[in-house]
Nanobody
Framework: QVQLVESGGGLVQAGGSLRLSCAAS????????MGWFRQAPGKEREFVAA???????YYKDSVKGRFTISRDNAKNTVYLQMNSLKPEDTAVYYC??????????????????WGQGTQVTVSS
């Protein structure tokens, strides 16, 4: 049974940094692309960043240059380093997976096996 567990969220002031982690189990991690999504109150879950089973990455335009996605295949973990945080980054952040990655499949519906999420709150 695939399980994804997010951690690392918290309360931070604008301009601060956080690193989110998503630990995966129950799968052959190297076979999957991983993605980070977020959902703010009253809004739909949206794409933030994704990384292929190799090194290909994609980012939402508004986080480019501030967020970095990476993975450690030895630890079955994907990370999201978030710098220069803004109040509009406030949301519950989720990780998901899919078997392959390209720029045309980066929506909420393209990923599965969501974790429980981790809350990120950025104060102004």
């Amino acid at each position: 049974q695939v399980q994804l567990v997010e951690s690392g969220g918290g309360l931070v002031q604008a301009g601060g940094s956080l690193r989110l982690s998503c630990a995966a189990s129950g799968l052959t991690f190297t076979n999957y692309a991983m993605g980070w999504f977020r959902q703010a109150p009253g809004k739909e879950r949206e794409f933030v960043a994704a990384i292929s089973s190799g090194i290909t990455t994609y980012y939402k335009d508004s986080v480019k240059g501030r967020f970095t996605i990476s993975r450690d295949n030895a630890k079955n973990t994907v990370y999201l380093q978030m710098n220069s945080l803004k109040p509009e980054d406030t949301a519950v952040y989720y990780c998901g997976l899919r078997s392959w990655l390209d720029r045309w499949h980066l929506t909420n519906a393209d990923f599965t096996s969501w974790g429980q999420g981790t809350q990120v709150t950025v104060s102004s």
